[in-house]
């Protein structure tokens, strides 16, 4: 993979974050509501003061000198402030992003170590038994929405069988060992959720790609060389098949991120997807925007990420 | 890869005239006749069909009201009375969730309307005008591709919520705002398959035939190319009504889509995820309203495209 291609995939993510930039200060801009909209029915303020505040704070320039500004603060790291947490928006999310992360790291790794035998196995054997079940299966496991899945292991582990604790805590109590065992113990549920759902829509991503690569004409050279069956599976079929599946992880990741927001607002685990929530239902714009240019610059990241092992699985894409 | 069509007509001992004998089945029977084959479909297209008429004429059978509000019987397990059982301030789970039943597939089917439309438009505009044109309006659909969609869908239920609600009321506000959000954020998958399906049709020679003749632009598309680029236009839309069904779902859980007063599937399930102890029934059966509903029509489109779309017959 020359540097070349890095760079020009990393130039390629800029236009898609300036869109996204535009379609997100278009939606705000577009919102019904004025940050003043207090202050002018306020009789006690006149309207001269008024008038200085909207210059002030720039609210009657043009669409574009304000996208601009907004722009340049939002690059700057100059978020705003939760009137909520009485905090930055930044430092908020800051706290906040690294459980989200693990959770979403969590879920996805169970969610490929699930998906990529069960997949590959199915394919193996095109309408064995063994397919149809995995294929009926996975098609429950994503029909079964995330929030419902959540309230039914809820029911199952927490409140019939009292196994596993429902309600996250960030401040655990306990130290050394026990403390990972907690950890563990109230993290279960959550990436249990994301990554069965995710694992689910993977099983058939993998089961087609695999399906493509099989009927190659140098898997049948390999076989009629003599390797063994089980060889020319994991040495010749599964790593060139996985390689459009690793694209189609990252470009999963809005999906996930969905996901994601559900799982951490039922089982209370203290992420942006709950702090999205929470501020949407307490009216804090500040860090709903925040929030939501994260996810998306977080999309973005993922997206690259993907080109760039796609290019350093397949030097053909790297040098085209 | 087995080929479905044998080597030679008489590989298998019959002599041709025999094929030839068979009456030919019109594209709609040869559908129906590989859709059928589907046998987990067909089970599905029966139980959506017995849900959609619970929904639809449910209120003649069961004419209890909605919000019957009966403080003796509050989080009442099913019983003759009330066969889903009934919720913290005693009302019949089984009659909310035929109403809410309505809105929750209405939004489905709505939303994939829109999306679909929409799809189709920028799909057919891209795949027939090559060139500046397609690429900036593939970007356009890559950029939405992108977009971290549950957050944005929130993000605009917050910002735009109140304002509509003021405009359209309540019911009819919320309701058209999710709708054109949902299917506002779920187009490009369709218009990416149209694309793709113009790119290879346009260069036929049924649509050179008919350029020969005449046609006009508008005429090529509407008559001669979309037509055949529908087989898996319905197949994405059977599956975008599954995914409007759970998006809305997902809203009115979190408290963010319609009203308590309009209790859709999502909605009755997010009033009942703080009793998951005491009254476990009232989260089960919409939960599995909306699993049931979505699953069948997965199942369904899943079965329309071994019927439907050509390029996945293995």
């Given at each position: 993979?020359?540097?070349?291609?890095?760079?020009?995939?990393?130039?390629?993510?800029?236009?898609?974050?300036?869109?996204?930039?535009?379609?997100?200060?278009?939606?705000?801009?577009?919102?019904?509501?004025?940050?003043?909209?207090?202050?002018?029915?306020?009789?006690?303020?006149?309207?001269?003061?008024?008038?200085?505040?909207?210059?002030?704070?720039?609210?009657?320039?043009?669409?574009?000198?304000?996208?601009?500004?907004?722009?340049?603060?939002?690059?700057?790291?100059?978020?705003?402030?939760?009137?909520?947490?009485?905090m930055?928006?930044?430092?908020?999310?800051?706290?906040?992003?690294?459980?989200?992360?693990?959770?979403?790291?969590?879920?996805?790794?169970?969610?490929?170590?699930?998906?990529?035998?069960?997949?590959?196995?199915?394919?193996?054997r095109?309408?064995?038994l063994?397919?149809?079940?995995?294929?009926?299966?996975?098609?429950?496991?994503?029909?079964?929405?995330?929030?419902?899945t959540?309230?039914?292991?809820?029911?199952?582990?927490?409140?019939?069988?009292?196994?596993?604790?429902?309600?996250f805590?960030?401040?655990?109590?306990?130290?050394?060992?026990?403390?990972?065992?907690?950890?563990?113990?109230?993290s279960i549920?959550?990436?249990?959720?994301?990554?069965?759902?995710?694992g689910?829509?993977?099983?058939?991503?993998?089961?087609?790609?695999?399906?493509?690569?099989?009927?190659?004409?140098?898997?049948?050279?390999?076989?009629?060389?003599?390797?063994?069956?089980?060889?020319?599976?994991?040495?010749?079929?599964?790593?060139?098949?996985?390689?459009?599946?690793?694209?189609l992880?990252?470009?999963?990741?809005?999906?996930?991120?969905?996901?994601?927001?559900?799982?951490?607002?039922?089982?209370?685990?203290?992420?942006?997807?709950?702090?999205?929530?929470?501020?949407?239902?307490?009216?804090?714009?500040?860090?709903?925007?925040?929030?939501?240019?994260?996810?998306?610059?977080?999309?973005?990241?993922f997206?690259?990420?993907?080109?760039?092992?796609?290019?350093?699985?397949?030097?053909?894409?790297?040098?085209? | 890869?087995?080929?479905s069509?044998?080597?030679?007509?008489?590989?298998?001992?019959?002599?041709?005239?025999?094929?030839?004998?068979?009456?030919?089945?019109?594209?709609?029977?040869?559908a129906?006749?590989?859709?059928?084959?589907?046998?987990?479909?067909?089970?599905?297209?029966?139980?959506?069909?017995?849900?959609?008429?619970?929904?639809?004429?449910?209120?003649?059978?069961?004419?209890?009201?909605?919000?019957?509000?009966?403080?003796?019987?509050?989080?009442?397990?099913?019983?003759?009375?009330?066969?889903?059982?009934?919720d913290?301030?005693?009302?019949?789970?089984?009659?909310?969730?035929?109403?809410?039943?309505?809105?929750?597939?209405?939004?489905?089917?709505?939303?994939?309307f829109?999306a679909?439309?929409?799809?189709?438009?920028?799909?057919?505009?891209?795949?027939?005008?090559?060139?500046?044109?397609?690429?900036a309006?593939?970007?356009?659909?890559?950029?939405?591709?992108?977009?971290?969609q549950?957050?944005?869908?929130?993000?605009v239920i917050?910002?735009?919520?109140?304002?509509?609600?003021?405009?359209?009321?309540p019911?009819g506000?919320?309701?058209?705002?999710?709708?054109?959000?949902?299917?506002?954020?779920?187009?490009?998958?369709?218009?990416?398959?149209?694309?793709?399906?113009?790119?290879?049709?346009?260069?036929?020679?049924?649509?050179?035939?008919?350029?020969?003749?005449?046609?006009?632009?508008?005429?090529?598309?509407?008559?001669?190319?979309?037509?055949?680029?529908?087989?898996?236009?319905?197949?994405?839309?059977?599956?975008?009504?599954a995914?409007?069904?759970?998006?809305?779902?997902?809203?009115?859980?979190?408290?963010?889509?319609?009203?308590?007063?309009?209790?859709?599937?999502?909605?009755?399930?997010?009033d009942?995820?703080?009793?998951?102890?005491?009254?476990?029934?009232?989260?089960?059966?919409?939960?599995?309203?909306?699993?049931?509903?979505?699953?069948?029509?997965?199942?369904?489109?899943?079965?329309?495209?071994?019927?439907?779309?050509?390029?996945?017959?293995?």
């Amino acid at each position: 993979m020359s540097p070349a291609y890095v760079l020009r995939r990393i130039l390629l993510a800029i236009p898609s974050l300036f869109g996204i930039s535009v379609v997100l200060f278009t939606v705000l801009a577009l919102a019904p509501g004025d940050p003043f909209g207090e202050l002018m029915t306020n009789p006690n303020v006149p309207a001269s003061v008024q008038l200085a505040l909207r210059a002030k704070f720039g609210l009657d320039d043009p669409v574009y000198i304000r996208y601009v500004h907004w722009l340049m603060a939002m690059l700057h790291g100059d978020w705003g402030f939760s009137f909520v947490s009485r905090m930055n928006v930044d430092i908020l999310i800051m706290q906040r992003l690294p459980v989200t992360l693990a959770v979403i790291g969590a879920s996805q790794l169970l969610a490929v170590l699930v998906a990529i035998p069960v997949g590959v196995l199915g394919a193996a054997r095109p309408y064995s038994l063994f397919d149809q079940i995995a294929n009926t299966l996975a098609f429950i496991g994503f029909s079964l929405p995330t929030f419902f899945t959540g309230l039914l292991l809820i029911m199952v582990f927490s409140i019939r069988l009292e196994w596993l604790p429902f309600v996250f805590q960030s401040d655990l109590s306990s130290t050394g060992w026990q403390w990972w065992v907690d950890e563990i113990r109230q993290s279960i549920m959550p990436i249990a959720v994301l990554g069965l759902f995710q694992g689910a829509s993977l099983v058939r991503f993998v089961r087609s790609a695999v399906l493509d690569v099989i009927r190659l004409d140098y898997v049948t050279t390999a076989r009629s060389k003599g390797i063994g069956e089980r060889r020319v599976l994991v040495r010749h079929v599964v790593r060139n098949a996985l390689i459009p599946v690793v694209t189609l992880v990252a470009l999963q990741m809005p999906v996930v991120f969905g996901g994601a927001i559900i799982t951490e607002q039922i089982f209370r685990v203290p992420g942006i997807g709950s702090l999205l929530i929470s501020s949407i239902l307490s009216n804090d714009t500040p860090v709903v925007m925040g929030v939501t240019f994260v996810f998306a610059g977080l999309v973005i990241l993922f997206n690259l990420i993907a080109d760039l092992l796609y290019g350093f699985l397949d030097p053909r894409i790297a040098f085209r | 890869m087995v080929s479905s069509t044998p080597a030679s007509l008489s590989a298998d001992g019959k002599p041709p005239a025999a094929l030839a004998a068979a009456p030919p089945l019109s594209p709609s029977r040869e559908a129906w006749r590989r859709f059928r084959k589907h046998k987990l479909a067909v089970a599905s297209l029966v139980v959506l069909t017995l849900i959609v008429f619970c929904v639809a004429f449910g209120t003649l059978f069961w004419p209890l009201a909605i919000n019957d509000i009966d403080f003796s019987s509050m989080l009442q397990g099913p019983s003759m009375a009330h066969p889903f059982g009934t919720d913290d301030l005693g009302q019949d789970i089984l009659a909310r969730m035929i109403y809410g039943g309505r809105i929750s597939l209405a939004v489905g089917l709505a939303a994939m309307f829109v999306a679909v439309v929409v799809g189709v438009t920028i799909g057919a505009i891209s795949g027939m005008a090559s060139g500046r044109v397609d690429a900036a309006l593939m970007w356009v659909t890559d950029l939405f591709l992108s977009l971290p969609q549950l957050p944005l869908l929130l993000l605009v239920i917050y910002l735009f919520r109140e304002g509509l609600k003021s405009a359209l009321g309540p019911e009819g506000g919320v309701f058209v705002l999710i709708v054109v959000v949902i299917g506002g954020l779920r187009w490009m998958p369709v218009a990416r398959l149209v694309r793709a399906q113009f790119l290879s049709l346009r260069e036929k020679e049924f649509v050179e035939a008919a350029r020969a003749l005449g046609a006009s632009r508008m005429r090529l598309v509407v008559r001669h190319i979309l037509p055949n680029a529908l087989g898996p236009v319905i197949v994405a839309g059977t599956i975008e009504v599954a995914n409007a069904i759970i998006a809305e779902s997902t809203l009115s859980f979190l408290g963010l889509g319609f009203p308590p007063d309009i209790p859709t599937w999502g909605r009755v399930l997010f009033d009942a995820k703080d009793q998951l102890d005491t009254a476990p029934h009232w989260a089960l059966f919409p939960g599995g309203a909306i699993f049931l509903a979505v699953l069948t029509i997965n199942f369904i489109g899943d079965g329309l495209r071994d019927a439907l779309d050509p390029r996945r017959v293995l």
